[in-house]
């Protein structure tokens, strides 16, 4: 089966940049996807198709894929921005893939 | 707007079964692929199923295979996930998710819009 990697747990601090990674055999060949759960709600879609961002996701929010890894960068963080992060991948054995989330702390 | 309406919470004996329904509104609800994503307290999103916009291709994740089925009725614009032979591991915040296009499967598959989610309690 397909798995995507994250590091547990990534610390900011206010106006800074974050950067989550997203870990998978050939990701780049694939499209790469990743939502915003902040605590208590559901997912937001924040990245699409690699680098994407849906209309109403602040700039700040960027992405890319290459290789092995893709990355979700956080630029100018905010306290609003402390959520759990999921990557996203759809792979042809075993279809919808999720990485194990990463939560970012603002401090 | 997208608005993703899941159906209340349930509590079921283990071995036991239950139907979701998730009633959408806000687009053309037959064009868009709809999935069923879950998450168990305090852990990640797993996704469970997915149906494509027509109704004529099915996914499942091995964990629910053969336990549970997907389905919808687009004259009613809603999307079911009918659950057996549930086991204690299947306890879930039940999210209902739209797809961003009609299939439901390849590389193009995610998921723009989510419901808020129904409690599943799996419990003797």
């Known amino acids: 089966s397909y798995e995507l990697t994250q590091p547990p747990s990534v610390s900011v601090s206010p106006g800074q940049t974050a950067s989550i990674t997203c870990s998978g055999d050939k990701l780049g060949d694939k499209y790469a996807y990743w939502y915003q759960q902040r605590p208590g709600q559901s997912p937001v879609l924040v990245i699409y198709q690699n680098n994407k961002r849906p209309s109403g996701i602040p700039e700040r929010f960027s992405g890319s894929n290459s290789g092995n890894t893709a990355t979700l960068t956080i630029s100018g963080t905010q306290t609003m921005d402390e959520a759990d992060y999921y990557c996203?991948?759809?792979?042809?054995?075993?279809?919808?893939?999720f990485g194990e989330g990463t939560k970012v702390t603002v401090l | 707007d997208v608005q993703l309406l899941e159906s209340e919470a349930g509590l079921v004996q283990p071995g036991g079964s239950l139907r979701l329904s998730c009633a959408a509104s806000g687009f053309t609800f037959s064009n868009y692929a709809m999935n069923w994503v879950r998450q168990a307290p305090g852990k990640g999103l797993e996704w469970v199923s997915g149906?494509?916009?027509?109704?004529?291709?099915?996914y499942y994740a091995d964990s629910v295979k053969d336990r549970f089925t997907i389905s919808r009725d687009n004259s009613r614009n809603t999307v079911f996930l009918h659950m057996s032979s549930l086991r204690a591991e299947d306890r879930a915040v039940y999210y209902c998710?739209?797809?961003?296009?009609?299939?439901?499967?390849?590389?193009?598959?995610?998921?723009?819009?989510w419901g808020q989610g129904t409690l599943v309690i799996v419990s003797a």
């Open positions: 998710a739209k797809g961003a296009r009609g299939v439901a499967a390849g590389t193009g598959s995610y998921f723009d819009n």
């Open positions: 996203q991948a759809w792979d042809s054995s075993s279809f919808v893939v």
């Open positions: 149906i494509s916009g027509g109704g004529g291709s099915t």
